[in-house]
């Protein structure tokens, strides 16, 4: 199964540093830009554009379909590094900065600061869907230490108020670390570790847990009964298509994920799960691809 080319960034911003991208759950692609930024080195890999100073005015790039437009937000104080757009036209940002544990904030429609919040340590994932809920999902290094990062999943409202936080059910292993994850409208779906159940979190307080035949998968698209896992199992390029029922995902098929051009499909960041689309994107920050199930 080959992806599909999603978004790129245009040509005019290839001089300027991004800072973070994603996919939103309208299916645009935003890049954050931070004018004034330099590259530092890293001692996890790849360098990371630092902004110069702090506060500055970051510009977003939102592609919808292929229709571009800029969006300014000021006075960003965050080394941003994710981001996700909300409803009525507001965005929310985290990262690290000066305020302490404060490592988010909301913008408006105008492009300026609505408001600072802590989000806890150690963010894994952050996405929002279209009805203003905001999840947020945490590695090991924040679960031990940070009381908010504690449950491994909690939800928000688009406001920046904590409503939510993950409780296993007796006889389950808490969160340690959420290797996958996918948000859609009022519900959000993660495998983590240790024991890599899929979990299944509504917003109206309902929650299941399914087993899987898959140990670790780096992404997953929900649709229906249907769930398409990718990676696990120490096969990155490997999609497993389950069929769930009420306490399992039974495997169907499997199937090989590979570059529009039918080249292998080797590393990639992080993947993006919205629902049936799961966007990846390689090393560059620049461009997006999709698959659909």
């Not at 809920?133 to 924040?142: I, K, R």
């Amino acid at each position: 199964m080959a992806l599909r080319s999603h978004a790129l960034l245009p040509r005019q911003y290839d001089h300027q540093k991004v800072l973070a991208t994603t996919v939103d759950a309208w299916g645009r692609a935003l890049w954050l830009i931070c004018p004034d930024a330099e590259l530092q080195p890293s001692s996890f890999g790849r360098p990371y554009p630092q902004p110069r100073t702090r506060p500055y005015d970051a510009l977003l790039v939102i592609n919808s379909g292929g229709t571009v437009r800029e969006q300014l937000l000021r006075g960003v104080s965050l080394r941003v590094t994710r981001l996700d757009a909300l409803p009525n036209g507001r965005f929310v940002l985290e990262g690290s900065g000066d305020a302490g544990e404060h490592n988010a904030q909301i913008y408006g429609p105008d492009g300026r600061r609505r408001r600072i919040f802590a989000m806890g340590r150690a963010v894994e994932y952050l996405m929002a869907d279209r009805r203003h809920h905001v999840w947020s999902a945490y590695f090991d290094e924040g679960v031990y230490i940070d009381p908010i990062s504690a449950a491994g999943l909690v939800r928000w409202d688009s406001g920046g108020n904590q409503q939510w936080g993950y409780t296993p059910p007796e006889g389950i292993e808490y969160i340690d670390t959420v290797y996958a994850f996918n948000v859609d409208d009022g519900v959000a779906w993660a495998s983590y570790y240790p024991t890599f159940p899929l979990l299944e979190a509504r917003t109206d307080g309902q929650i299941r847990l399914r087993r899987t035949p898959v140990v670790a998968p780096a992404g997953m698209a929900v649709h229906d009964k249907q769930i398409v896992m990718l990676g696990g199992n120490r096969q990155p390029d490997r999609l497993h298509r389950c069929r769930m029922t009420e306490h399992e995902a039974l495997l169907i098929e499997k199937a090989c994920l590979t570059l529009p051009n039918g080249a292998p499909l080797k590393r990639y960041a992080r993947p993006i799960g919205r629902g049936r689309h799961l966007y990846l994107r390689g090393a560059s920050l620049r461009q997006w691809y999709v698959m659909v199930i």
